[in-house]
């Protein structure tokens, strides 16, 4: 087996309510049984990538126009823990990226809409 399989497998272990600690015993007890503690160098690497894309994928993100546009921007979108970030190509309003999902209330996206809507017909 891959030391990414065996760094999903923690993460599994980890994402199904056991303790950090307790899921790397468990790893290391199959590892030594298996006679593969040479892995666990790579494992921890793994690990840390798929922690790291997990996160990522996870994070949410409030994009404004400018930032004295935050405050009514949290309030509109709802959005309490996230990064905020400044993409000035908005114009106005605001963006929330949030893991695979966008809720796209920027001024750019509405401008977007009426033209391809007068265009099209």
Request: charged letters at 30%; a positive charge.
């Amino acid at each position: 087996m891959k030391p990414e399989n065996y760094a999903h497998a923690l993460m599994r272990l980890i994402e199904k309510g056991d303790k950090p600690a307790e899921a790397v015993k468990k790893l290391h007890a199959t590892l030594e049984n298996e006679g593969r503690t040479s892995l666990i160098p790579s494992i921890g690497r793994a690990f840390e990538r798929l922690a790291a894309k997990t996160q990522a994928r996870e994070k949410s993100t409030l994009v404004i126009a400018r930032k004295h546009d935050e405050a009514k921007a949290r309030k509109e979108s709802g959005a309490k823990d996230v990064e905020v970030a400044i993409d000035e190509s908005l114009i106005g309003g605001w963006r929330l990226e949030a893991g695979e999902t966008l809720q796209d209330a920027s001024w750019k996206n509405h401008l977007l809409n009426i033209y391809q809507n007068t265009t099209s017909a």
